[in-house]
Every structure is written in C-alpha cells, then in structure tokens.
C-alpha cells in the first residue's frame, strides 16, 4: 500500500515537504544522471495509460544520452502490462495500481520468481469538474454515493448538483459521470479506495485514456471525472477532498500527498522481470535510474506529476540491485 510503505520514508523529510508547498521542486538530494558505456537496443514499454505521457518524455531524454537505443511505448492501460511482461513483448511495464496477486501468481508460474516493483513517480488523484461549477469540495463518500451503484461508504444516492448544495442552474441537473475503462488501473484504484470495492453506476461515460475524461469534463457543465493529477487542464478543477462526510478536507497537492492527508494520494510503477541475483538488462537498468535521476524527477513535475523523495529514490534504487 501507498500509504503504508512509502509515507513512512516521506515522513523523515519533513524539511523536504516544506521546500515542496509551490512550486513544487525536485529533492535537491536526488543525484544527476550519469551516462554510461554500452547502452544501446530495442526498449519496449506496455501499459498505463496514466504515465503514458511521463514514459514518453522520459524516453526522449533518455535518447539524446543513447541515440542507439529504440524505444516503444503503448499505454492502453495498466492491466496490459503483465501479461506483455510475461509474453516478453515489452521490458517495461508502466502501473498506476500495484499488480493483482493474480497478476503475481501468473507472472511467476511463467518466470519462477515475482516481478520488481520500481515507484517512479507521486499522483494525487483528481476527482475534476468543470471550471464553472462552483462546488468547493467534495467528501469520498459523497463522490462514492455519485459514482457507485452500490454505495458501500453508506451514503445515500446523490444524481444532482443540487444534492451538494449547489445553487442556480446547475442545481437540478443531473451529474453527468465520466470514468475510465476496466482495463485502467485508476479505474481499478478509484474502485477500491473510493469505492471500497463497489460496482459503478451504468451511466459513468467510460473513457479509453485520461486525457479524454479530463477533456469530458472540461467540455460539460455537469460533468465530474477522475484522472491522475497530470492530465488536468484549464477547464477543469481538482476538487480539494476529505475521506469522511464532514472530515478535514485537503488540496490535492505535493505536499498532502507526502503528508498523507489527501485520501487518493498513489504510487506510480515500472513493473519489470529481475531474475533475483542478477542484473537487469542494462538498457532496462539505465532507464529506470534515468527515471529516478534528477532529470527524470524533474521530466515528473514538468508532466504534472509529483516527484519522489531522495529517501523515496534511494529505496527504489535498491530494488535495481
């Protein structure tokens, strides 16, 4: 779990997340990049389509230190990266969830070990409206009563603005929904920690990328959707949340992600195959300590993202080795 395993190391930076209230800036602590010899071949990158964007910047930079390396990246979603890292049609496979033990099971009947999880990068996950909706804020089981025909935080249905004290024209309107597809894992990740495991309502417009809910939103009035912090536009606002009805409610920014205090705050992951003793591919080595360099912290907070701690860094490093 996010929260768990990765707020404890941010909690020992407290001077870091004070550096961090905006703009957000890369841990100073976090090393450069440093080329190496012998990098060079064919990369290839199946997955989330949250980090879509990030994992094509990174591939840019990475190219002008290694000209000789070809990269390829498909994002279609990050239930499509286990089954190409157990095919072996990609090395990468970029997740906005952690894999499933199903996934796990699968992937080690295949390799006769478990895959190495590599965080990458900090989201706040958004819950948007359109900028013209003047909501403040919402609670998750409020936003769970909107999405969920199953309603397991146990509020009661809300299908109008009015139900959230909303006021002229918007008030009856009916709360128009837009999602991702099953295939997403932050359709996998609002369903478990906003959902608690519950069912969405037939009515949520599914989406196939998180740009186009963003966009959704963007151009619909009564619109609200849910996408990674990154792909959030001038037409839309990131609703500050509480977890509780009636909870301290926190911005969806850098800071309370670090802290904890914003409820959809999530790791970002490169999955890959590490036979265990044994080194990566170095072209697949390099490429994730470019991610986790200075400049690939930097590309993070250049595409939306937040970026990891040097302690947070250091950690995932090891998992390298």
């Keep these: 779990m996010f929260k ?20 957000t800036k890369v841990d100073a602590k976090i090393a450069p990049y440093k080329s190496t010899s012998g990098v060079a071949g064919n990369l290839g990158s199946i997955g989330s389509d949250t980090l879509n964007n990030l994992m094509t ?16 990246i498909e994002g279609k979603g990050s239930s499509t990266a286990p089954p190409a890292l157990i095919a072996g049609t990609s090395q990468l496979g970029p997740m906005s969830r952690e894999m499933k033990a199903t996934e796990v099971e699968q ?30 804020n919402l609670s998750l089981d409020e936003v769970d009563a909107i999405f969920s025909k199953t309603r397991k935080r146990g509020v009661a249905e809300i299908t109008t603005w009015g139900q959230l004290g909303v006021t002229g024209k918007l008030a009856n309107m009916p709360i128009s929904l837009y999602g991702r597809n099953s295939a997403s894992g932050t359709y996998g990740y609002f369903k478990e ?52 009805k009636g909870g301290a409610v926190e911005a969806a920014n850098y800071q309370n992600v670090l802290s904890g205090k914003y409820p959809l705050a999530r790791m970002l992951y490169i999955y890959v195959a590490k036979k265990p003793g044994q080194p990566l591919p170095k ?15 930097a590309i993070v907070v250049k595409d939306g993202y937040d970026p990891l701690t040097a302690k947070m860094v250091e950690a995932q490093l090891k998992n390298l080795k």
């Design 4 to 23: 768990k395993s990765i707020l404890a190391a941010a909690l020992l930076v407290a001077t870091v997340t004070a550096a961090h209230a905006a703009p």
């Design 57 to 72: 910047y990174w591939a840019e930079g990475f190219k002008k230190k290694y000209p000789n390396v070809n990269i390829q």
């Design 107 to 136: 992937f080690e009947k295949k390799y006769g070990y478990k895959p190495t999880k590599i965080g990458v990068a900090l989201d706040s996950l958004a819950v948007y409206v359109n900028k013209d909706n003047p909501i403040k």
């Design 193 to 244: 920690h906003t959902l608690k495991g519950g069912d969405y309502k037939n009515s949520v417009k599914e989406q196939p990328g998180s740009a186009s809910v963003v966009e959704g939103v963007a151009h619909d009035i009564a619109g609200i959707g849910y996408s990674g912090i990154g792909y959030a536009t001038s037409g839309v606002r990131a609703l500050p949340l509480s977890d509780k």
């Design 283 to 297: 072209v697949v080595e390099e490429f994730l300590k470019f991610a986790l360099s200075k400049e690939g912290q």
